[in-house]
């Protein structure tokens, strides 16, 4: 008898072991997967609170006439003018207006803005690769509820190779122009650098 208990006793022990081997993997798993969750869950709500205050930021956005950003026209530059002053959380404001106006008379008078520090100023508009501004345009897509801005603007400015792209710093206005050739249309983001 005991010769049979011996093994019996062994055999009873390599199970129990491997039972409570098993217990254990299966428990450090599920503790993993849960970490890993409730991690994901914290990006997960971290990114739409972020995004949320953007958002507010933007649909916090007062009205604003072209005229009271770039003052001193004798006569009217741009028509069907729609803007917009905004904060971002990070406390820096801008502007974007969307208007109709001729290229030619348009860009002259923004490079005659005044300007707090002329060496940090162009003196003229620089034609640039909109290739960047497509980009940013693309990533903001991404993380942006439906219907927040128009998409049908938005896919012109992706599809039409005719947009025009520019860029005029008058410190401590900073503006990235969009325009359209065909229909004369403007769309103007203002960054005041502080």
């Known amino acids: 008898m005991k010769k049979l208990i011996l ?17 254990i993997d299966q428990t450090v798993q599920k503790t993993t997967e849960t970490v890993q969750q409730k991690a994901q869950e914290a990006v997960e709500e971290t ?16 009205d604003v006439q072209f005229s009271q950003v770039f003052p001193g026209s004798d006569k009217p530059i741009v028509s069907e003018e729609k803007g917009k002053k905004f904060k971002f959380p990070n ?20 490079e005659s803005q005044p300007t707090t520090d002329e ?59 969009i325009y359209n050739p065909k229909n004369q249309t403007v769309l103007q983001y203002v960054e005041v650098n502080k």
């Open 7 to 23: 093994p019996f006793i062994t055999a009873f022990l390599l199970v129990s072991c491997n039972k409570i081997e098993e217990k």
């Open 47 to 62: 990114v739409k609170k972020t995004v949320n205050e953007s958002i507010n930021s933007l649909t916090n956005s007062e």
């Open 91 to 110: 406390g820096s404001e801008g502007f974007i207006f969307k208007y109709k106006a001729d290229k030619a008379a348009l860009l002259p008078f923004l």
């Open 119 to 177: 060496n940090r100023s162009d003196k003229t508009a620089r034609k640039i690769d909109g290739q960047n501004i497509l980009d940013k345009i693309s990533l903001v897509e991404k993380f942006l509820p439906e219907n927040t801005i128009d998409s049908g603007f938005l896919d012109d400015i992706k599809n039409d190779t005719s947009i025009e792209y520019y860029r005029l710093k008058r410190f401590p206005n900073s503006s990235t122009i």
